[in-house]
């Protein structure tokens, strides 16, 4: 009964972070990802929060019929399993409080505006720079071509090192971690035209 009200309790403020931050950014219609995720959270608090009172009703000199066939049917397994929800809130929320540079409320969702961010930036930077170099080769200006691929090198090493982090930041890599699945392709062969 009391792993359960704590479950419960646990599980509401977990729904209440996320919520809060949804509503302060403005997400709330926004990032459905989000909203899902703290209807998931209020579910659960919401049902901990019922079996909760059910459980405790009795003892309150309330719904005494139920609330005692409830408390027939609630088995050890029920109980253990009561403690181990209550006890997965708990721990969330310890790590939550614990982790200085764990994502906030709605930022856990932000990761498909991230991404959209960073493509953004890689064209404006990576892309432009290897289309000013190439038209620079085109028209014979080899200096200034050179120049634009030094230039467009510099400013993706600056954004591959934002994304990854300065060496000795929260982010530590370890061998093999940037191991690619397939090899990168630098020159793409094409097959000459069938006439």
Known sequence: M??????????????????????????VRTNRLGVATA????????????????????????????GN??????????????????????????LRRSQAGAPRG????????????QALEINDTIVQGLTVAKYAMSIGAEDHSRQAIDDTLVRARAIITDLLGEPGTAVELG?????????????????????
């Open 2 to 27: 009391v792993a359960t009200l704590l479950a419960a309790a646990a599980y509401a403020v977990i729904a209440y972070v996320i919520i809060s931050r949804l509503v302060a950014s403005a997400q």
């Open 39 to 66: 209807l998931i959270f209020v579910t659960v608090a919401g049902y901990c929060l019922i079996l909760g009172y059910e459980l405790l009703a009795p003892s309150l000199g309330l719904d005494k019929a139920h």
């Open 69 to 94: 066939a409830l408390r027939d049917g609630f088995d050890w397994h029920m109980a253990v399993w009561a403690v181990l929800t209550a006890a997965a809130g708990i721990y969330y929320l310890a």
């Open 106 to 117: 709605a930022q856990m969702f932000e990761d498909l505006k991230a991404r959209e961010r």
């Open 175 to 195: 061998p093999g971690d940037l191991r690619r699945a397939t090899p990168a392709v630098v020159v793409e062969k094409k097959e000459p035209p069938v006439a």
